[in-house]
């Protein structure tokens, strides 16, 4: 029986022992996933939450999310037709440019590409975002805001003070204009005042399927990523 291209060998170079075993684990992780699941998504993602990934990562199983080092995750694909582990595949790692991820999934085409379109989430933007609308405050009581806290609205450059115990501009005050950069101080002010100016979003660029072969599903090659709440790992969490 001829020899199984994903008991191919790897050579990663320039490495240390314990970062070899880590890139020797994921690209046995993705061949694992390639013989597993019936096909492959790759995408990009807008605002990146790693709470909110958790979710969709519930929502989804026995689905896989993956993410990791483009590089060694193409590793485990293969990079060109003479060492891609299933025909076609070598396609999926070109697509594996910035930030992006990998939905490996048994799921039918038509229920991934529906679920993408359809889902996202409004979160709190953070600093470096360009704010897509502008926010201001009127002059007078801000009143969802307790007492003590008027003080930490002055560090963050709020035009305050305390009126009888109740929160108060003194001015009116322009939080962020739209097409501006968010600071870290207008961030934290978006958020004291519930404004949610991000969506989290995953955008689908690509996709494989057994028997099928590779599919482009986007023309667009925008990096769509923002900071997430902590480097995400590779594979699933």
Partial sequence: MPKSKRDKKISLTKTSKKGLALKQKIVEDVRNCVEKFESIYVFTFRNM???????????????????????????????????????????????????????????????????????????????GFEANKTVELNEGPLKQFPHDIEPYLRKLGMPTKLDRGVVTLIKDFEVCKKGNILTPEQAKILKLLDHRLATFKLVLKACWMKGKGFEKLSEDDETVAEESDEEMEAGDE
């Fill in 49 to 127: 939450r790693n709470e909110i990934m958790k979710s969709v990562r519930e929502e989804w199983k026995p689905s896989r999310f993956f993410f990791g080092k483009n590089r060694v995750i193409a590793l485990g694909f293969g990079k060109t037709v003479e060492d891609e582990v299933e025909e076609g595949l070598h396609k999926i790692s070109g697509m594996l440019k910035g930030q992006c991820g990998l939905l490996f999934t048994n799921c039918k085409k038509q229920e991934v590409i529906d679920w993408f379109e359809s889902y996202s989430v409004e979160e709190y933007a953070r600093s």
